[in-house]
């Protein structure tokens, strides 16, 4: 069982779909994070959750959501997405939320927006 | 705002060869992270250096931390095809969180 898993790994939506990304850690981590990442762009950090709580919030738009309803499992939600947004969103976590600390990752969903 | 700039941005060379990647800031970093990320796949790290000036080595890789802790390299000694990917580097920033950088993609050709 890897330590990161995220589903779906491919989603094809539409600009009024509703979807939402999962991911679920196995290896007992209190921080939890999501970041985007587009070619040839440094990645970019959109949430981060320590113990459950928001810690940090990166002026992401509202059309992205996120939900972390125990330290094992964090949700991303959209709604009317943009093309822009197409991109592959990774998962990670680590023992804590400290900066410096191991990010251990998921394989991502690759996300086209049509 | 702290950057990290990688070059070259992309590499393509024959199994043996050498490489080396660099990454670049002016601003000076606690400590900096390598990760590897084959496709599909999500990064995973290789190596943490702390101490400015350091070196570690992981089999055919060797990581070095500037003496001002602003840059770092990575040398790939004889690459293998299995060391392709996109290589990452991230510092820990003075805002508590991790900057990447744009990475550099590595083709190692059979």
């Known amino acids: 069982e890897t330590g990161v898993t995220q589903t779906p790994r491919h989603l094809v939506m539409g600009m009024t779909n509703k979807k939402s990304l999962k991911c679920e850690q196995h290896?007992?981590?209190?921080?939890m994070y999501w970041y985007k990442q587009s070619a040839k762009k440094p990645l970019e950090l959109m949430f981060v959750y320590s113990l459950e709580e928001r810690v940090e919030n990166n002026s992401v738009p509202s059309r992205f959501s996120p939900e972390c309803p125990n330290s094992s499992h964090l949700f991303l939600h959209l709604h009317t997405l943009q093309p822009e947004d197409s991109a592959l969103y990774l998962c990670?976590?680590?023992?804590?939320?400290?900066?410096?600390?191991?990010?251990?990752f998921g394989s991502g969903t690759q996300l086209s927006v049509l | 705002t702290q950057l990290l700039e990688q070059s070259p941005q992309f590499l393509s060379i024959q199994e043996g060869e050498n490489l080396t990647v660099y990454c670049n800031s002016s601003s000076v970093f606690s400590s900096l992270q390598w990760y590897r990320q084959e496709p599909g796949e999500g990064p995973v790290l290789l190596v943490t250096v702390v101490t400015g000036g350091e070196v570690k080595k992981l089999k055919r890789l060797t990581f070095q931390f500037g003496d001002a802790r602003k840059d770092s390299s990575l040398h790939i000694t004889a690459a293998q095809p299995g060391d392709t990917g996109l290589y990452l580097c991230?510092?820990?920033?003075?805002?508590?969180?991790?900057?990447f950088g744009q990475g550099t993609t590595l083709q190692v050709k059979p």
């Open positions: 290896l007992g981590h209190n921080a």
């Open positions: 991230a510092g820990a920033g003075n805002t508590g969180k991790l900057i």
């Open positions: 990670a976590s680590s023992q804590d939320s400290r900066s410096g600390e191991k990010l251990f």
